[in-house]
């Protein structure tokens, strides 16, 4: 079988993406852990192969109407991840956000 | 930008793959659960989009020699796992085995 | 420092509800997978120390209105859980169930 | 059924301890790493009720051996935690860390 370094980069994305919706989905998150929580999931999946780069954010906003307590637990609701991921000479760039209530994950450019 | 059907398929295969194991790493296995949560990751799975079959081997002899307690704690270590993606018209088929200690995911067809 | 039985007992439950929580919180879910996932959780948890029986139902007629792509997400919104754990001579039984929008847990009997 | 402050200070300092460890078993963790991932461990458990801190060390020198790829996955092995629940006017303290290759957790202090 033969697969094109574009097909593994979008693999090796895919991979990333699931890898961190669902190592912190549960999280107990407020406004105020938020940034810790970004940081700490930024540079976990950066360590992950072929990662280069990761950016989260957290929407405070988007918290505070769910607050039960003082806090809530992670979802995609409140939550917008871009990353890229190098293999050999591609780079993918993937971006996930909210659509219609669902963390909707998707390649947003291949290089070359 | 343009993706093709295969790299969105593989990106998809990716997904499912870095859900399935940060999902349900660190879960408490031994010989006895371990049918249970082989049944219960497959089809916790196979609910999300695009994926029309997991397969997932807990290997019991692997556990025995890690027990503490009579239970070890779910790593790649222990699993073995295929899964077939469909997008469009593509399927794509991948797998997760350990390779020198590391849970390698791997594309294994592309059809067509 | 001296802890009585039914303290270590309180601990050990208050561990079990934890793990269950938060190692399956964000599993996708729909009312065909839900019964797999169930006997998962109950028999994963059922492996750690002085845990003698857990049982779970997740509510289907809870997940329907729920469900996006055909799935949602595991959440205490979706579960009721009960546990008994033995320490020594003493058994502590305890129940988390959805209260004012809260996976409320408490123990209801410590015997003796 | 009657439960003293005590009783339900033990039951949540266990809440606490089972939720830290199956919401972050599994992530990928390096040296690089480790500290952020301290940081948001912490802050995320400071959120829940009745707790009022935790403390969390990621011990590098214990990861070092095991890094794959330059990275492994957190679990009770690597990790040392500490952390302080009240329940009305009870305060109970509780330490996780490694005994005999299990992360065994225990109340240290119950006041008054």
Redesign the interface.
Known sequence: ?T?TD???A??????????????F??????P??AG??E???????????HCEDVSVTIHAERLEPDL????T?L?GRYMTATLTVRYQDTTVT?RMELE???PF?R????DP
Request: with cysteine; charged share 20%.
């Open positions: 079988m697969t574009r097909e593994r979008c693999f090796e994305a895919g991979i990333k993406f699931g890898s961190l919706y669902h190592q989905a549960g999280t107990p998150v407020s105020r852990s810790a929580l940081s700490a999931i930024e540079s976990a999946i950066e360590n992950q192969p039960v307590q003082g806090y637990e979802t993937a219609d209530e669902y994950m390649i947003t450019a291949i």
